[in-house]
């Protein structure tokens, strides 16, 4: 397989899709500056593919990292694949487009070449993040996803995003959009999380079926924010059959783990706000995961979920209690 830094995979709208993306979530022991200096690296570093959102609260500053790489000459705006999200307060379908427009005008970009629905979970729509009520319980709204999707599909038509896509929805959500009657556009993605603890087998061959590009996030463990992930979960990039495979092709953990991915056509997001990190992420195009390699990586699913969204596990639109 060859696989180089402009690789890309061709989505099912037309557009290109660069395999490996920059990560920009980070918790807030980060500050906002850094996801600004950490895209510019990034963008020095080789990766054209940006993964943000309007939740992430860092849109101004990634947007001022990338406009600085456009200002300087290193990379021309149609070089950059920038993916944002709208959030579980704005599904109904006369916030969509302002939500996508706020975020075009704190990222200063004309366009958006992916827009994401970020889950399927939508909550009272409101400027809150996580609006809840009195008793500290999430406030549930339920606007027909497809109701949303027909907005996504205006935004598109309107040319203020090139694709839309999904996140974090399960097969039978995907299926609801790909049924729909008077389907204009299907999704082009599903970003979900995926790495050696949770392969996501029967999704991406569901997927595949489909023409959808499945996107990977949590891929090097991920960020283990204090306030959505179980500190005592597993720390990935230290499990030994990944070690011993990175030992024997003399690569680090961090590269395995998202060759090993890439290798079966997934997507791959990494995060780092480290300068040498983002360097060493971007440093997979350079060698190959043999058959045996893959099968090892493959064998050790652990069905771990870092991100379980547990918090809204009682919505009617809850993901994870399906299979896949
Ligand atoms: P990752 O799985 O990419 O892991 C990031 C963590 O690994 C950070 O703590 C980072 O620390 C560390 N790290 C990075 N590189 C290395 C390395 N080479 N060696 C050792 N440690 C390393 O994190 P995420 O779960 O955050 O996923 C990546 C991206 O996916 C996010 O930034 C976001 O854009 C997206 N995402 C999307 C979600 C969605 O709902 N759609 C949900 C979660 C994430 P350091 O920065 O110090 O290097």
Known sequence: MTLQPNSYVVLNDGHKMPVLGFGTYAPPTYTKEQAEESTKVAIEVGYRHINCSFM????????????????????????????????NNSHSPERVRPALERSLRDLQLDYLDLFLIHTPLECKPGDDLFPID???????HHTDIRETWKAMEVCKDAGLVRSIGVSNFNCRQLELILNMPGL??????????????????????????????????????????????????????EDPVLNAVAKKVNRTPAQVAERHLLQKGIVVLAKSFSPERIKENFQVFDFELSEEDMKALDGINKKLRYLDMNVWKEHPEFPFHDEY
């Open 184 to 237: 204009k556009y299907k999704p082009v993605c599903d970003q979900v999380e995926c790495h050696i603890y949770l392969p996501q087998s029967k999704l991406l061959e569901f997927c595949k079926s489909h023409d959808i590009v499945l996107v990977s996030y949590g891929v090097l463990g991920s960020s283990r924010a204090e306030n959505w992930i179980d500190q005592d979960a597993p720390r990935l990039l």
């Open 56 to 87: 992430y609260g860092n849109e101004v500053q990634v947007g001022r990292g990338i406009n600085s790489k456009i200002a300087d000459g290193t990379v021309k705006r149609e070089d950059i694949f920038h993916t944002g999200k709208l959030w």
């Open 134 to 140: 009195e008793n500290g319980k999430t406030i549930y």
